[in-house]
């Protein structure tokens, strides 16, 4: 177990080198024939992904919808044990935006952190306080609270003009000064908006961000990177899911030379900036 | 499967007589001792509470979490398999808050409706339309969007004044108009700000609300009747878990005290309404 969140994934990133966070959305429609016949097939692709992106990746981020659909618990479960012996510097971030009220978050803590050892959890703020708490109350942990997200329809509730300023901007004021207890809260800020992702990183200048939208979803890197890096030069993790682990139809060789392709645009991104 | 989901709700109501919830939030901790030895104790509660609630509840909501933290999916979906086989006119509720970008809430909805074959899911708004749309497509279901949830900080994002009027109005207001093509979207609304409630009535008034916050959260019956019923007498689920499934610690005849106690009470209510 970790003694600290946050100094657990100042250690992703110091080890790793990377900002690049692997997305583990498998879709057994898109998984390659010749997995599709083992007897667990979601675990066995997810292995051919830890085993071509390990060297590259700080982060580690199944998205739980694409188990639960097809009752593949169990493989999450494995996936994140292969993940912890692969690749034991990079986070594992369970994407399963969690929100409920208090005694229900407190159970789906124990879901994340104790059933699935995942090192933190996405959570919606709409519920406020209540429902974010009971994931930050634990040092070890994190949780990376929805922010602006990637989204077409993304606008219609978190750019509502709130006394002058977006939503958005109100809730990662509000999550970075009550909701942090131990410096172990993160934000999804998606890749697709550069303009308000700049704008959330003055707000918050210390706060880390999950940045998905990379990939089959169009996002902006250079205007992340320009505008999202926190002063010492990290203070992102950059989300790839499908363009990552569906590179070539999921071909090892392919895998691994997205996910180094990327990497190495960050860092030429990074070093510029 | 239903034909369409607003009829199926409305069966609920009309054979029923009742507009009671039975929310299985089980808890190990405090499953009777007996039935803690079951090899598959939540099964083995639930099917009690299920056998105790039958005659009164036009609806069942197992809350997600309580399962998941526990690996409890198989004991889930027997549990959803024991309502329709004993109380086949009650709609099933997935009490998940799914929220979700539209590729990811597809996946979300094959759990709810597929995997799981519940009749509706809850759900939560803050990613807009592309979140909540998918779990509507089908007429046959149905989604539950939060509008006004029943915790303390509720307020905090819910509350917030946009042009004139509180965000979770606008909510209400949006959900109504764009996001229920198959009149298949009912909203979450919390029993414990009945003021609120009533204004959100007043918004939308032939939305269903699902109404938590009864019992152990101490909401307000009474207004909650006055403030919520649709024109019809009908509009409401009203939704109890603690407060009658651990009534006199899990003992079957508390149960089913529990379940028609409410079950009066509502209806003294809905008849001098």
Same mark, same amino acid.
């Given at each position: 177990?970790?003694?600290?969140?946050?100094?657990?994934?100042?250690?992703?990133?110091?080890?790793?080198?990377?900002?690049?966070?692997v997305?583990?959305?498998?879709?057994?429609?898109?998984?390659?024939?010749?997995?599709?016949a083992?007897? *667990?097939?979601?675990?066995a692709?997810?292995?051919?992904?830890?085993? !071509?992106? %390990?060297?590259? #990746? /700080? +982060?580690?981020?199944?998205?739980?919808?694409?188990y639960?659909?097809?009752?593949?618990?169990?493989?999450?479960?494995?996936?994140?044990?292969?993940?912890?012996?692969?690749?034991?510097d990079a986070?594992?971030?369970?994407?399963?935006?969690?929100?409920?009220?208090?005694?229900?978050?407190?159970?789906?803590?124990?879901?994340?952190?104790?059933?699935?050892?995942?090192?933190?959890?996405?959570?919606?703020?709409?519920?406020?306080?209540?429902?974010?708490?009971?994931?930050?109350?634990?040092?070890?942990?994190?949780?990376?609270?929805?922010?602006?997200?990637?989204?077409?329809?993304?606008?219609?509730? *978190?750019?509502?003009?709130?006394?002058?300023?977006?939503?958005?901007? !109100?809730? %990662?004021?509000? #999550? /970075? +000064?009550?909701?942090?207890?131990?410096?172990?809260?993160?934000?999804?800020?998606?890749?697709?908006?550069?303009?308000?992702?700049?704008?959330?990183?003055?707000?918050?200048?210390?706060i880390?961000?999950?940045?998905?939208g990379?990939?089959?979803?169009?996002?902006?890197?250079?205007g992340?990177?320009?505008?999202?890096?926190?002063?010492?030069?990290?203070?992102?993790?950059?989300?790839?899911?499908?363009?990552?682990?569906?590179?070539?139809?999921?071909?090892?060789?392919?895998?691994?030379?997205?996910?180094?392709?990327?990497?190495?645009?960050?860092?030429?991104?990074?070093?510029?900036?």
């Amino acid at each position: 177990m970790n003694a600290n969140f946050r100094q657990r994934l100042q250690r992703a990133w110091d080890r790793t080198g990377s900002l690049v966070c692997v997305g583990l959305d498998p879709d057994l429609k898109r998984i390659p024939a010749e997995l599709r016949a083992d007897p *667990q097939p979601i675990l066995a692709f997810n292995r051919r992904v830890v085993d !071509a992106t %390990a060297h590259v #990746a /700080a +982060a580690y981020k199944p998205q739980f919808a694409h188990y639960a659909a097809v009752g593949a618990e169990a493989e999450l479960e494995a996936t994140i044990d292969y993940i912890r012996a692969k690749a034991p510097d990079a986070v594992v971030i369970l994407d399963a935006k969690r929100g409920d009220i208090g005694s229900t978050a407190e159970m789906y803590a124990r879901e994340a952190f104790d059933r699935y050892q995942a090192d933190c959890v996405t959570v919606n703020p709409y519920l406020g306080g209540d429902g974010i708490l009971p994931f930050v109350n634990r040092a070890a942990f994190g949780a990376i609270v929805l922010c602006r997200t990637s989204n077409a329809s993304a606008g219609q509730l *978190q750019d509502v003009d709130v006394a002058g300023e977006p939503l958005y901007l !109100a809730v %990662a004021r509000r #999550a /970075a +000064a009550e909701w942090n207890p131990h410096q172990n809260l993160l934000l999804v800020v998606g890749a697709t908006y550069p303009e308000e992702l700049r704008m959330i990183r003055s707000a918050v200048p210390d706060i880390p961000f999950l940045v998905p939208g990379i990939g089959e979803q169009g996002g902006d890197l250079a205007g992340v990177l320009a505008g999202g890096l926190a002063a010492d030069g990290n203070g992102l993790l950059i989300s790839s899911s499908r363009g990552i682990i569906f590179a070539g139809g999921g071909e090892a060789g392919a895998i691994r030379a997205a996910a180094e392709d990327l990497n190495r645009q960050i860092n030429a991104l990074r070093k510029s900036a």
